[in-house]
């Protein structure tokens, strides 16, 4: 396994489009993350999945934006009727959850997406 | 809304030992401290985790206070490489919720 996977590392997308992000986490991770940051900030929360589970999805942006994790594998992150403002770095990371107990994140390179 | 503040920027000479301190005023309970290391374009990187004392690893050191309402970050001998934006947490690991990071920045 070489870490967290995401797909596609960049996206260039028209004002108005949807777009659909993929993440594959590390395979035994049980836990995954999606996270958007911009430039001079840090990584901001958006939503995570325990297994196929959504656990915590409030801090999701808006309603345009919406995750899957139908397996509890892989996950997928859409925008629909994108806006300039949707440009950023979007970030996935998975970890181990056992218990109360939770081991550390790993972050993929994240996807940038940029709307024209 | 971040849960740690931490200093903006710092500055260090390649060589030198890196201490970034972090105040953790809302820390919970069952809060374990982590420190990640994000460089530009990338995601950020995991480096040390601990709950109250001193963590060493071969790429850090960790100090946690008694009270633990703080936490330093130690970087022995800093090279150009570890120029990189480092970033504090203390959740359960529910919402791992990063502040704005300290950008170190280390010259020649």
């Known amino acids: 396994d070489t870490g967290v996977s995401q797909d596609p590392r960049h996206k260039i997308t028209k004002r108005g489009q949807n777009v659909t992000f993929r993440c594959d986490p590390i395979?035994?991770?049980?836990?995954l993350y999606w996270y958007r940051q911009t430039l001079g900030q840090g990584p901001e929360f958006l939503t995570y999945f325990q297994n196929e589970a959504q656990l915590e999805k409030s801090r999701l942006l808006s309603d345009r934006f919406s995750a899957e994790r139908p397996k509890g594998s892989f996950s997928t992150l859409e925008i629909q009727r994108t806006e300039q403002g949707d440009s950023a770095m979007y970030l996935c990371?998975?970890?181990?959850?056992?218990?109360?107990?939770?081991?550390?994140?790993?972050f993929g390179q994240g996807t940038r997406l940029t709307v024209v | 809304l971040a849960k740690t503040t931490q200093p903006i920027s710092m500055d260090s000479y390649e060589g030198q030992e890196v201490n970034i301190t972090c105040s953790h005023n809302?820390?919970?309970?069952?809060?374990?401290i982590t420190w990640y290391q994000q460089f530009p374009s990338q995601g950020p990187r995991f480096i040390i985790q601990?709950?109250?004392t001193k963590v060493t690893n071969e790429v850090a050191s960790l100090f946690i206070p008694a009270d633990r309402k703080s936490s330093t970050l130690s970087l022995p001998r800093v090279s150009l490489s570890d120029t990189a934006v480092y970033y504090c947490l203390d959740n359960a690991g529910n919402m791992l919720t990063f502040g704005g990071g300290t950008r170190l920045m280390v010259k020649p």
């Open positions: 395979s035994e991770h049980n836990r």
């Open positions: 601990g709950y109250k």
């Open positions: 990371a998975s970890s181990l959850s056992f218990g109360e107990m939770n081991t550390e994140a790993f």
């Open positions: 809302n820390i919970a309970t069952n809060d374990y």
